[in-house]
C-alpha cells in the first residue's frame, strides 16, 4: 500500500486534492497502526478511508496490515488511503471543503502540560477547520479515555457554531455499539478505564 507523504509537495508542486467522485470519502486523524482504519474499511467497502498519520512509522505498520488484508479479500486497494503529514498543516493541502462524510479522532495525544495545549488536535481553530471539511450532517468522532481531555473537547466542540452533538450533555457516551476499537481503545479497555464517545453533526445552513 502506497503512502503519500506531505513533505513531497511544496508550493512549487502541490499535492493533488484528495477526491472521491464516486465514493464518500472519511478520513482518520493520527491513525496510529492503523487498527481503527482497517477494520472499518472492511465493514464499509464503499467508503474511502484516508488515514492520516504524522510518525511514518506507525504508516508503514498500518500500510502492512493493510496489505494482508487485501491479500486476505477483506479490503481492497481503493478502500484506503494513507497520508503521512501533520493534521495542522495538511487539511488544507490535501482536502477540498465540504468533502468529508466522517472524521474520526480516536484517543489523540492528551498533551497535559498547559503550555503544550496548542497541541491538541482539538481545539477551536480546529474545530472549524473539522466543520468546514464535512458535508452537510457530516459527523465528527472524537473518542478519549482522558477526563481532562474530554472535557476541553466537549466544551470546544458545543461552542463551535457549527456543529451540534450527537449526545445530550454531557454530550458523550460510554459505550457507542458498532464503533471498531483502535490500538489504543483495546489498551485502555485492558486497563479497565473509561472511554468517552462522542458525535458532532455539521448543521445544514
Ligand atoms: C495516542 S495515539 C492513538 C493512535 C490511534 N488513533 C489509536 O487509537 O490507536 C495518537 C496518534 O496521533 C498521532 N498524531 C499526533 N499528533 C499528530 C498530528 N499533528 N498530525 C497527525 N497525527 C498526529 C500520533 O503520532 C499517534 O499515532
Known amino acids: 500500500m502506497n503512502i503519500i507523504r506531505e513533505w513531497d509537495y511544496d508550493d512549487n508542486n502541490p499535492p493533488n486534492k484528495i477526491v472521491s467522485a464516486d465514493k464518500p470519502l472519511s478520513l482518520e486523524i493520527g491513525c ?3 487498527l481503527f482504519l482497517s477494520t472499518i474499511a472492511a465493514e464499509f467497502p464503499q ?3 484516508v488515514g492520516l498519520e504524522v510518525k511514518h512509522k506507525c504508516l508503514t505498520a498500518a500500510a ?7 491479500k486476505e479479500n477483506k479490503i481492497t486497494e481503493e478502500n484506503v488511503i494513507l497520508l ?16 468529508l462524510e466522517r472524521i474520526y479522532i480516536n484517543f489523540p495525544d492528551p498533551w497535559f502540560k498547559k503550555r503544550h495545549l496548542k497541541k491538541r ?3 477551536p481553530d480546529m474545530a472549524m477547520q473539522y466543520a468546514k471539511l464535512l458535508k452537510p450532517n457530516g459527523k465528527l468522532y472524537f473518542v478519549t479515555d482522558n477526563e481532562d481531555y474530554r472535557d476541553y473537547a466537549m466544551e470546544v466542540l458545543h461552542g ?6 450527537e449526545f445530550d450533555s454531557p454530550y458523550y457516551v460510554t459505550k457507542l455499539d458498532r464503533y471498531p ?3 489504543y481503545e483495546k489498551k485502555w479497555r485492558e486497563e479497565g478505564r473509561g472511554i468517552y464517545y462522542s458525535g458532532w453533526i455539521v448543521r445544514s445552513v
Do not use: M, W
Not at 64 to 70: N, P, T
Not at 87 to 94: E, I, M
Not at 160 to 165: E, F, I, P, Y
Open 84 to 99: 503521512n503529514g501533520d493534521v495542522f498543516t495538511a487539511l488544507d493541502k490535501f482536502f477540498e471543503p465540504h468533502s
Open 32 to 34: 496510529g497502526n492503523g
Open 47 to 49: 467508503t474511502v478511508f
Open 64 to 70: 502492512k496490515k493493510c496489505d494482508r488484508l487485501v
Open 160 to 165: 463551535c457554531a457549527d456543529l451540534s452533538s
Open 121 to 123: 488536535i482539538v481545539n
Open 181 to 183: 476499537q483502535s490500538l
